[in-house]
């Protein structure tokens, strides 16, 4: 029986650039969808049409349309992608609705194929996915796919517009995101998460907006939820000043003073951006010397998408994400940007106040017991809060950045995983501020391991790396990195699940030996050579750890680099030097510790990948 055509027409495709070093570039192309294969090809004035590619629809795993503010480098403004095989097709058609009409009949004649569960909302570009930074194209999607997104949303009865003289000349082409939560009243309204981005669609209204979700979804929605995501947009940021002079900027930041608190701020330069941060530091002279420092955000020149830049050379494709990144980095500035300081403060309430208290544990239903243990921050006594058992870390005077802690507390306590040791909440009411944990009865693994050695099977063995990759991945998922993963940070549970503990806690470690690199106490042996040159942390210095740590596994608790000093292992990580595979390592683990130990970190493979890779070797 021959294929019936159900939808043909001109769209945009990108190149997919299967080899790394081939330019991308955007072709016209006369697409038919038919009831078996996509296919493309080149129209010629006046001559047979060439087919360029064809893709059957039983190979297609994902259709969705790619939600994204990045500029696109051709006519057609709106993306759709087609995943199929390992390849990521993108398409743009000239408008909203033909983009609609092809994505819902694509999803259409594949929603019965083996499809994607996860899939990722935005584009896949100059190594790394805009939605989640992931750095595999192949990693995890991190968003739902729904097969039939399109297909619910074309049967809800679209929202009344309220006034269709005025509506955008353009709908449809601007990204915005959600500034907290929705939750909808009625069918026309619809529901929003907070950091997700939408497309609006239309602006006509003054209070209510309508908006598209990347499933296809549309509803109104509060346009004070919401702001636009133009590369210039920065109001909803805490960290933008727009209209304050240089000399008032420093009257604010010397006003707060504490270190590392900063602001952009528009440049006299127009359509440059400066970034002001206050330090205790001391100058050349080694005298302390409160200051604001300045720097201007950069651009890189001479390549497709100019990118942004500010003391070095780490580049990003947008001014948040460069900001986000000196967040956590000083990389090359004086100091890291901690604290973001804005003119409007008073009035501004922050996600952490609106949701106050939620973490706060009262020390009144909080029964303290016996010390299990003891590091860096103090004592670890065992506990009771609100019929669970506890573990509650005491802040020892001076060990804790405390103020910095309290701030990060609210994402540390949403971070939930079965293989993550939960953070209850915190106790700040008193000094010591202490910290309430999930107990892990059978304390810290490397004196788990240490204890049971020679009597542990390999199954044992691998179900420990798969524990610990599983809460792994899912810290990088949330683009939380560790910064400190080893064997003695994970824990044991009574039933031996192991879990990861102290996620992102080095942040508040108040002992230049513990946080500089050329401290003493700085965990050299399970740091990758970025981070040991550059403090450069990121998931992939985390999956380097992850290395060690199934060393340390594997070897039975042993110290790596056993009879090293630190720049020993220095020096010999340089020389391309790595540990040896350990007696009880399976030849395909021991592959998995030198995939971690790459000295690119995008040679590295992501959280995700090793989760997959060991839960297939566990399945043999
Ligand atoms: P710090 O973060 O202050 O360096 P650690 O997290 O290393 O402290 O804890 C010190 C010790 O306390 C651990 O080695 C372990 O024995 C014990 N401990 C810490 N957290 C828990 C917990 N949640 N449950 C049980 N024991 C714990």
């Not at 497709?304 to 986000?324: G, N, V």
Request: net charge neutral; with cysteine.
């Amino acid at each position: 029986m021959l294929p019936t055509v159900i939808l043909k027409g001109t769209l945009i495709k990108k190149s997919q650039q299967k080899r790394r070093t081939s330019p991308c570039n955007y072709k016209e192309r006369f697409f038919v969808l038919d009831t078996q294969d996509l296919t493309y090809s080149e129209q010629r004035p006046g001559k047979k049409p060439i087919q360029k590619g064809c893709i059957e629809l039983s190979r297609i795993k994902c259709v969705e349309i790619v939600c994204s503010e990045a500029p696109i480098p051709c006519s057609n403004k709106y993306p759709f992608q087609v995943v199929h095989d390992n390849c990521y097709l993108y398409i743009f058609a000239p408008d909203n609705d033909c983009r609609q009409r092809w994505v819902r009949a694509l999803k259409e004649e594949t929603k019965c194929n083996a499809l994607l569960l996860k899939y990722h909302p935005n584009f896949w570009m100059e190594g790394r996915w805009r939605c989640c930074y992931q750095t595999e194209k192949m990693a995890t999607g991190c968003q739902e796919y729904d097969p039939v997104g399109y297909g619910t949303a074309s049967k809800k009865p679209l929202p009344p517009t309220p006034d269709t003289q005025r509506r955008l000349s353009d709908p449809g082409q601007s990204v915005v995101v959600a500034l907290q939560n929705y939750s909808p009243h009625g069918d026309t309204e619809l529901a929003l998460h907070k950091d997700q981005e939408y497309i609006l669609t239309d602006s006509s209204h003054h209070d209510w907006w309508t908006v598209q979700d990347h499933r296809g979804n549309t509803g109104f929605v509060p346009c004070t939820y919401i702001a636009e995501k133009s590369c210039n947009n920065f109001n909803r940021f805490e960290w933008y000043n727009k209209d304050i002079t240089r000399g008032r900027a420093e009257e604010l930041l010397m006003t707060e003073g504490k270190e590392g608190a900063f602001m952009v701020r528009d440049s006299r330069c127009a359509g440059v951006y400066t970034v002001s941060v206050f330090t205790k530091a001391p100058g050349s002279n080694g005298q302390k010397n409160p200051r604001v420092k300045h720097y201007q955000i950069r651009q890189s020149e001479a390549e497709e998408t100019s990118k942004f830049y500010l003391a070095e050379k780490y580049l990003f494709m947008t001014i948040p994400e460069l900001i986000q990144y000196h967040q956590h980095n000083a990389a090359g500035l004086i100091t890291r940007l901690r604290h973001p300081i804005s003119q409007g403060r008073e009035n501004f309430q922050s996600p952490a106040e609106l949701s106050k208290g939620q973490w706060e544990v009262d020390p009144a239903e909080l029964i303290l017991g016996e010390e299990v243990g003891s590091g860096q921050f103090g004592l670890v006594l065992q506990g009771r809060w609100r019929e669970r058992r506890v573990a509650v870390k005491m802040i020892r005077e001076g060990a804790m950045s405390e103020e910095d802690f309290k701030e990060e507390a609210r994402v540390m306590t949403i971070l939930s995983h079965c293989k993550l040791v939960q953070l209850y909440g915190v106790c700040t009411q008193h000094s010591p501020m202490c910290l309430v944990f999930e107990l892990m009865e059978q304390g810290c693994l490397s004196d788990y391991l240490r204890a049971r050695r020679g009597r542990m099977s390999q199954d044992t063995l691998l179900g420990m790396c798969l524990d610990v990759s599983e809460g792994m991945a899912y810290l990088e998922s949330n683009n939380f990195i560790h910064r400190d993963l080893a064997a003695r940070n994970c824990l044991v549970s009574c039933n031996n699940v192991v879990k990861v503990s102290d996620f992102g806690m080095t942040r508040f470690v108040l002992d230049d030996q513990y946080t500089s690199s050329q401290g003493s106490k700085f965990p050299i042996k399970w740091s990758s050579p970025e981070v040991i040159k550059y403090c450069k942390f990121s998931s992939k210095s985390d999956v380097w750890s992850f290395g060690v740590f199934m060393w340390e596994v594997y070897t039975e608790g042993r110290l790596p680099y056993e009879n090293r000093s630190n720049g020993e292992v220095v020096e010999a990580l340089n020389a391309g030097l790595r540990l040896l595979k350990p007696r009880q390592a399976p030849e395909a683990v021991h592959l998995l510790m030198e995939w971690c130990w790459k000295e690119k970190p995008e040679d590295r493979p992501s959280f995700a990948l090793l989760l997959h890779e060991l839960a297939s070797l566990s399945d043999l």
